[in-house]
T-cell receptor
Framework: NAGVMQNPRHLVRRRGQEARLRCSPMKGHSHVYWYRQLPEEGLKFMVYLQKENIIDESGMPKERFSAEFPKEGPSILRIQQVVRGDSAAYFC??????????FGQGTRLTVV | GENVEQHPSTLSVQEGDSAVIKCTYSDSASNYFPWYKQELGKGPQLIID?????GEKKDQRIAVTLNKTAKHFSLHITETQPEDSAVYFC??????????FGGGTRLMVKP
């Protein structure tokens, strides 16, 4: 049973470009969380999704950021018109209540 | 919403000593409390968790205690080894909600 898969592991984008981060949850999991981590800092909640539904997006900036988790395929975190401040590690975790939440290895986004 | 405080932010111990990390939470409805270990360049890895119907749980050198009345829980690592060096995060969740994390503790085990 494969774990949570995130790709790409590293992503470099120029300012103004779009970044697409993908997360395939563990088999059987229908809940996905996205977290952002700046260097030497903690995990900040961004968005919580269930298949085809956004449950809680209170941690996500209202502009330029969007997330989806379609019926088929991975969850996607999309950042439009990236700026230097978007540089961070983005982690997703999946779970199926009441089981534990498991994290992927993250995507490290660098905006140049 | 839930707020989780974690202390200390850094902890240095000698190999073989014990390490204790403490967390407090604000939402009395929270009923699930996991601990994650994050090594450099990797994603957080679940190491132990506890649910609100249990006061203590142990797995080899790692144990977690929960005091629901005081709304705090702690991670205990005994006989620390250099490979225990990492950043540790506590978290709290009410079923159906997202995990809220503490700020993390950087543990350094000196050989």
């Amino acid at each position: 049973n494969a774990g949570v898969m995130q790709n790409p592991r590293h992503l470099v984008r120029r300012r103004g470009q779009e970044a697409r981060l993908r997360c395939s949850p563990m088999k059987g999991h229908s809940h996905v969380y996205w977290y952002r981590q700046l260097p030497e800092e903690g995990l900040k909640f961004m968005v919580y999704l269930q298949k085809e539904n956004i449950i809680d997006e209170s941690g996500m900036p209202k502009e330029r950021f969007s997330a989806e988790f379609p019926k088929e395929g991975p969850s996607i975190l999309r950042i439009q018109q990236v700026v230097r401040g978007d540089s961070a590690a983005y982690f997703c975790a999946s779970c199926e209540f009441p089981t534990e939440a498991f994290f992927g290895q993250g995507t490290r986004l660098t905006v140049v | 919403g839930e707020n989780v405080e974690q202390h200390p932010s850094t902890l240095s111990v000698q190999e073989g000593d014990s390490a204790v990390i403490k967390c407090t939470y604000s939402d009395s409805a929270s009923n699930y409390f996991p601990w994650y270990k994050q090594e450099l360049g990797k994603g957080p890895q679940l190491i132990i968790d506890i649910r609100s119907n249990v006061g203590e749980k142990k797995d080899q050198r790692i144990a977690v205690t929960l005091n629901k009345t005081a709304k705090h829980f702690s991670l205990h690592i005994t006989e620390t080894q250099p490979e225990d060096s990492a950043v540790y995060f506590c978290a709290a969740r009410y079923e159906g909600n997202m995990l809220t994390f503490g700020g993390g503790t950087r543990l350094m085990v000196k050989p």
